[in-house]
């Protein structure tokens, strides 16, 4: 089976720091990835983890471990655009680019 | 470049009628995906072309979905005949060819579905 967990909403304030998390348990595992979906509008990639570690660009930053199923985005010095809902997916197989979401973690950055 | 577009952006059509829900990938993209979010629930996967040829079709939820891509560019997605549980946003992804699981995919705005 597959099981992909994320908070489902978040609320952090402007020019702060936000960590949201994502656990997994997949059979098969090839990457991570971190996408944005404004509402209504399609998603957009952020970052793809397949290595342990952390993964920096620019205000955002993504970090896996492999052996604990876990991986968690990093936002830095929050913005008001930051608002959004934040997907974490994960790639089972190097045959197929078939992504597996988590729920998505909606969140509201107030001033 | 035109990012992946999808028409139309919204569909609201009765129980027992039949849509067709059609996608652009990027040009040159070899890879297309199609996704579904119903309420409430994560985004999940429906199938995967390369080309033209269907690579995996495991999420296809039932023979009411039939997927296409002539040609291996555009594809349509239709549903007949609707079901209420059918409603959701339905959207498109591209990749090119796949050289490393990592490829990013590119996703469409999503078509909106509501069957009443």
């Known amino acids: 089976g597959q099981n992909i967990d994320q908070p489902t909403e978040m609320t952090a304030t402007e020019g702060a720091i936000v960590q949201i998390n994502c656990t997994y348990q997949?059979?098969?595992?090839?990457?991570l990835f971190w996408y944005q979906q404004h509402a209504g509008e399609a998603p957009t990639f952020l970052s793809y983890?397949?290595?342990?570690g952390l993964e920096e660009k620019g205000r955002f930053s993504s970090f896996l471990s492999r052996s604990k199923g876990y991986s968690y985005l990093l936002l830095k010095e929050l913005q008001m655009k930051d608002s959004a809902s934040y997907l974490c997916?994960?790639?089972?197989?190097?045959?197929?680019?078939?992504?597996?979401f988590g729920q998505g973690t909606t969140l509201q950055v107030k001033p | 470049e035109a990012g992946v577009t999808q028409f139309p952006s919204h569909s609201v059509i009765e129980k027992g009628q039949t849509v067709t829900l059609r996608c652009d990938p990027i040009?040159?993209?070899?890879?297309l995906y199609w996704y579904r979010r119903v309420m409430g629930k994560e985004i999940k996967f429906l199938l995967h072309?390369?080309?033209?040829?269907?690579?995996?079709e495991s999420g296809m939820p039932n023979n009411r979905f039939l997927a296409e891509r002539t040609g291996g560019t555009y594809s349509t997605l239709k549903v007949q005949p609707a079901e209420l549980e059918d409603s959701g946003v339905y959207f498109c992804?591209?990749?090119?060819?796949?050289?490393?699981?990592?490829?990013?995919?590119?996703f469409g705005p999503g078509t909106r579905l509501t069957v009443l």
């Open positions: 997949t059979s098969g595992f090839n990457g």
């Open positions: 072309f390369v080309k033209e040829s269907k690579q995996d």
């Open positions: 040009s040159g993209h070899d890879n």
């Open positions: 992804a591209s990749s090119q060819v796949t050289r490393t699981p990592g490829d990013e995919q590119f």
């Open positions: 997916a994960v790639i089972r197989s190097s045959n197929t680019g078939k992504l597996i």
């Open positions: 983890n397949v290595l342990d």
